[in-house]
Every structure is written in C-alpha cells, then in structure tokens.
C-alpha cells in the first residue's frame, strides 16, 4: 500500500521536468505565440449590400450582445466565453467553457 504522503507524479509531469534537450524542445513549443479568434456573430450581405456600406454603416450579426462567444484557432473553438471590459477599458472575454475537443487535443 503506498504512503498517502508520497505522491506519483503522472510520467509526463515527471518527463517535463527531465533536463535532456528533446525536452527543451518540447518546452520551448510553449513560447510559440498562437492567434486567438473570437467570433462574436455573422452577418450574411448580398455583394449588393456589401458595396453600399460606408463609414457609420452598421451590419446587424446574428447574435445578441450577452450570447457567448467562441475562441478559435485556426478555425478550430477551444473555448467559449462572454464579453466584458477589461480595467483599462478594451474589451475582453471571460472563459466560462473550455470545448471537450481543445481538452483532449491539450493533454
């Protein structure tokens, strides 16, 4: 019966922490900067529509302004979330899903 105190560490929890170079190319993946889409809505235009939009237009999306949100990348949702500003102001979104495929794909 193992010791309650000592816990075992999953092996790639422990392989992360291995100091041989295939692991500091695994952990250097970590810093590569992704792009983050977050799609708000749709709208769909005829080409006419499109050519008549000018500065002050608005394009109503099929969404509402609380429906959630989806993050994507490349074309993929990892997540869902609402909008709210941020402290400085911006708009951000908090995660109030992480999508079941993003979890397996991430470990």
Do not use: C
Request: aromatic residues 2%.
């Amino acid at each position: 019966m193992a010791n309650p105190e000592e816990a075992v560490q999953p092996v790639a929890e422990t392989d992360r922490r291995e100091p041989s170079s295939s692991n500091k190319y695994r952990r250097s993946i970590f810093n590569v900067p992704v792009t983050v889409t977050v799609s708000i809505g749709q709208a769909r235009l005829s080409v006419s529509e499109i050519l008549e939009l000018r500065p002050e237009s608005i394009v109503p999306l099929t969404s509402r302004i609380d429906d959630p949100v989806d993050l994507a990348i490349d074309n993929k949702i990892i997540a869902r979330g609402e909008l709210v500003e941020t402290e400085d102001g911006t708009l951000g979104v908090k995660i109030t899903e992480i999508a079941e495929q993003a979890s397996d794909a991430l470990g």
